[in-house]
């Protein structure tokens, strides 16, 4: 704390190991399940928290407070024990759970997309125009499974957090805005669409609201692919879900302490609340 308590704050930063992690490993279905929870591992685990509170202005009819949050957090699969598929003596990686060693846990694991066939493209046997372009990891010249690489991660690089709160004698106005960032590897998650008449997509709007975003000859730039054929191996579209959300906005008004103290109540306070009115995000779709 600084300045008589003005200004407060706490810095936090922690270095874990868990070891034996509980994972749900998926299993071949013919058992007549798909997962069963194992000890597989060693996980480490670290991040930072920052959080400060600052109050910028208080007398007795008018207060004005600020506290903003920040916090970073990183996990990495260090072994996998016991899996050793091969034989080899090295610890193999569980693809079908989506665990690797030196991965995070929120490793995405399938093919890499770089953007859509277009007409007049060379396009491999097995695509045709309006298909995801789907990348050759391994330079092999044929598309299979083993072009699935890692294309990113599900966790976000940083959550923040923002409030306000004004007092003006008994009125109080609050509002709050939430965060969270990533780049172009981390906090993304698959958004492809495809054009079907179905019940879901009359749901989703997507034929006003997307109608314009879908790949055809006339429009190239489309973002969401669209043909005519299956391609040998459907890719996905990934995408960025950063957001800024103005989350939380409050203002209420507590009855003066005579009004309520000549009725034997302690306190009335009357509210009105709006969630989630205004969210920033270059995320497409729901």
Same mark, same amino acid.
């Given at each position: 704390?600084?300045?008589?308590?003005?200004?407060?704050?706490?810095?936090?930063?922690?270095?874990?190991?868990?070891?034996?992690?509980?994972?749900?490993?998926?299993?071949?279905?013919?058992?007549?399940?798909?997962?069963?929870?194992?000890?597989?591992?060693?996980?480490?685990?670290?991040?930072?928290?920052?959080?400060?509170?600052?109050?910028? +202005?208080?007398?007795? $009819?008018? #207060?004005?407070? *600020?506290? &903003?949050?920040?916090?970073?957090?990183?996990?990495?699969? !260090? =072994?996998?024990?016991?899996?050793?598929?091969?034989?080899?003596?090295?610890?193999?990686?569980?693809?079908?759970?989506?665990?690797?060693?030196?991965?995070?846990?929120?490793?995405?694991?399938?093919?890499?997309?770089?953007? +859509?066939?277009?007409? $007049?493209? #060379?396009?491999? *046997?097995? &695509?045709?125009?309006?298909?995801?372009?789907?990348?050759? !990891? =391994?330079?092999?010249?044929?598309?299979?499974?083993?072009?699935?690489?890692?294309?990113?991660?599900?966790?976000?690089?940083?959550?923040?957090?923002?409030?306000?709160?004004?007092?003006?004698?008994?009125?109080?106005?609050?509002?709050?805005?939430?965060?969270?960032?990533?780049?172009?590897?981390?906090?993304?998650?698959?958004?492809?669409?495809?054009?079907?008449?179905?019940?879901?997509?009359?749901?989703?709007?997507?034929?006003?609201?997307?109608?314009?975003?879908?790949?055809?000859?006339?429009?190239?730039?489309?973002?969401?692919?669209?043909?005519?054929?299956?391609?040998?191996?459907?890719?996905?579209?990934?995408?960025?879900?950063?957001?800024?959300?103005?989350?939380?906005?409050?203002?209420?008004?507590?009855?003066?302490?005579?009004?309520?103290?000549?009725?034997?109540?302690?306190?009335?306070?009357?509210?009105?609340?709006?969630?989630?009115?205004?969210?920033?995000?270059?995320?497409?779709?729901?």
């Amino acid at each position: 704390s600084l300045l008589k308590n003005r200004i407060t704050g706490s810095i936090e930063y922690y270095n874990t190991r868990t070891n034996d992690l509980l994972y749900n490993v998926a299993i071949p279905s013919i058992t007549g399940f798909t997962s069963i929870s194992s000890n597989v591992g060693e996980i480490k685990n670290n991040g930072i928290e920052f959080t400060i509170t600052s109050h910028n +202005i208080s007398t007795r $009819d008018f #207060e004005w407070s *600020t506290t &903003f949050n920040i916090s970073h957090n990183a996990n990495k699969v !260090v =072994t996998l024990t016991g899996q050793d598929n091969d034989g080899d003596g090295v610890e193999d990686d569980l693809p079908a759970s989506g665990l690797f060693i030196g991965e995070s846990l929120s490793a995405i694991y399938d093919y890499k997309v770089d953007g +859509i066939y277009q007409l $007049d493209d #060379e396009i491999p *046997t097995g &695509f045709h125009p309006g298909n995801y372009r789907v990348v050759d !990891v =391994t330079g092999e010249g044929v598309y299979n499974e083993d072009d699935r690489t890692i294309v990113g991660y599900a966790d976000p690089i940083a959550r923040m957090g923002l409030m306000n709160r004004f007092r003006y004698k008994n009125f109080t106005f609050s509002f709050y805005i939430n965060s969270m960032v990533g780049d172009k590897n981390h906090f993304i998650a698959k958004n492809s669409h495809y054009v079907a008449i179905d019940d879901n997509a009359k749901r989703d709007n997507r034929f006003t609201e997307q109608a314009d975003l879908f790949w055809s000859p006339r429009n190239p730039d489309g973002i969401y692919a669209r043909a005519e054929m299956n391609p040998t191996i459907q890719g996905e579209r990934y995408e960025r879900r950063d957001f800024v959300r103005l989350q939380d906005v409050t203002l209420s008004y507590t009855l003066p302490e005579r009004w309520t103290n000549s009725i034997g109540i302690n306190n009335v306070n009357v509210f009105v609340n709006g969630k989630n009115l205004l969210t920033l995000t270059g995320w497409h779709g729901w």
